[in-house]
């Protein structure tokens, strides 16, 4: 059984950057046709996509979020990473990282609620 | 990219069945057949429902079923029960994105 966990610090500062990394256990990143995701959902919201890495490196973005954008992917640690930089009030959400394939995505990890404030 | 449009909420009462319709574009919904349907309990993380337009993965009810035509997806949930209440999102893979719904709110009256 997959399982994805996030982890980061859960309040950033404006401007700043906000880090998060997703520790997949239960499979390897590297195995299958998949791609690994990052989605955000602010409270009381729906989900919004944030971007896409795949195994090989190649990656997509949210076309409104790409200038700030940067997802990377560690195979010798199991893990992929989500970079988010000039944050605003507005990056406020719960961040969740899945694991995706063309048909759907079909798991997900538990969600960490990050906040942007002084 | 813009978000697929569904409609912000829909009701039933238990053991009727209910649809909610997912519309896009030619550039998404329409030109793939890559569309998924998730359910999200308040506090809980999305889980797959529908994949593929219309497949169930292993252990979601067959209550669930979804259909395609042109650029409109829609997900029927038939014998509605109290556990169906939740939101449901729509999903269409594309070769650059994939992009959501915005989301409707099951009520079972």
């Known amino acids: 059984q997959v399982q994805l966990q996030e982890s980061g610090p859960g309040l950033v500062k404006p401007s700043q950057t906000l880090s998060l990394t997703c520790t997949v256990s239960?499979?390897?990143?590297?195995?299958?046709?998949?791609?690994w995701s990052w989605i955000r959902q602010p409270a009381g919201k729906g989900l919004e996509w944030i971007g896409r890495?795949?195994?090989?490196?190649?990656?997509n973005y949210n076309p409104s979020l790409k200038s700030r954008v940067t997802i990377s992917v560690d195979t010798s640690k199991n893990q992929f990473s989500l970079k988010l930089s000039s944050v605003t009030a507005a990056d406020t959400a719960v961040y969740y990282c899945?694991?995706?394939?063309?048909?759907?995505?079909?798991?997900w990890g538990q969600g960490t609620l990050v906040t942007v404030s002084s | 990219q813009s978000a697929l449009t569904q409609p912000a909420s829909v009701s039933g009462s238990p053991g009727q069945s209910i649809t909610i319709s997912c519309t896009g574009t030619?550039?998404?919904?329409?030109?793939?057949?890559?569309v998924s349907w998730y359910q999200q309990h308040p506090g809980k993380a999305p889980k797959l429902m529908i994949y593929?337009?219309?497949n169930r993965p292993s252990g979601v009810s067959n209550r669930f079923s979804g259909s395609k035509s042109g650029n409109t997806a829609s997900l029927t949930i038939s014998g509605l029960q109290a556990e169906d209440e939740a939101d449901y999102y729509c999903?269409?893979?594309?070769?650059?994105?994939?992009?959501f719904g915005g989301g409707t709110k099951l009520t079972v009256l």
């Open positions: 890495i795949y195994t090989s490196g190649s990656t």
């Open positions: 999903s269409s893979y594309t070769s650059r994105a994939r992009v």
């Open positions: 239960g499979g390897s990143i590297s195995s299958g046709s998949y791609y």
């Open positions: 593929e337009v219309s």
């Open positions: 030619s550039s998404d919904v329409g030109g793939y057949n890559y």
């Open positions: 899945a694991r995706g394939r063309r048909a759907g995505t079909d798991y």
